[in-house]
């Protein structure tokens, strides 16, 4: 079977452009993405990690991606975001997702290869694109004592890509999940090492503490999507608190949102706008 989303991303490397993964909540912060992607006339992609798959159920999040295709101008992709369970993954291609990835980078190499290639081989009936990762993406629980111990050697890169077979592959080049006290230093001399490499299309994890430029020279090396997060559950956090204190009591969840949703929405437009190489402003 075709799969549409691992095409696009082939797509995308070879011109040098970047899908933008979105994680997502609840209906409000896809609300968001969507009227963001809408005022630029974008593709997105809604990324549900963990948490939110079992709270609600990969199932239940389809269906919420779903109520928002009549609302979206452009394709928008649901993706089920760093899963080291084999089974959560297999749940979420029988539910309909485009995409999932298999996080097998805390694992020893023969078990991430392991993983991945039964997770590609169980998505290729379905036509559902597999992302894969190597080396490590700090913060969270990840703690990487030297550069060695984080950046993705371009050997085991190879070893994944030849022997699992994923359509995407998500590489430790130096960012980091979530804030960080100073600017992530991008090993852009691995990239390149790594693209020379293999063809697969590559993807840019801790998309919201790299400056823009360095996205941007990373998409010309081979980065074909980038995944966006903390910058928005902090905003969506800070934004509902600071709506709510105003009048605790008489807060009401639809008026509270609607001023809510266009704050999270200029955040995402902001990163769609440095991610397409899009003046904001
Ligand atoms: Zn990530």
Known sequence: MTKPLAELLKDYRAQGRCLSGFNVNDIYDIHAV???ANRLDLPAMLMTYGPVVELNSSYLCRKMADGFEKLANNKLYLH???????????????????????????????DNIRGT????????SAGVQVEAEIGKIMGRDVVAKTEDDYLAAVADVVALAEEAGPDSIAVG?????????????????RLQEIA?????????????GIPDEDIQRSITMGIAKINIGTIVHTTYMR???DVMSKDVAGAYPPFLMKEVIPKVADVVYDRLCAVNSIKNG
């Open 173 to 189: 080049i130096g960012t980091a999940h979530g804030f960080t006290p100073t600017t992530p230093k991008i090993h852009f001399d």
């Open 239 to 241: 934004e509902t608190y």
């Open 80 to 110: 089920l975001d760093h899963c080291s369970d084999v089974d959560l993954c297999k749940q979420a291609i029988d539910d309909g997702y485009d995409s999932v990835m298999f996080d097998g980078s805390q694992m020893p190499l023969a």
């Open 196 to 208: 020379d490499a293999v063809v697969a299309p590559l993807v840019l994890h801790g998309g919201t």
């Open 34 to 36: 969507v009227e963001a």
């Open 117 to 124: 290639k039964e997770v590609v081989n169980y998505a290729a």
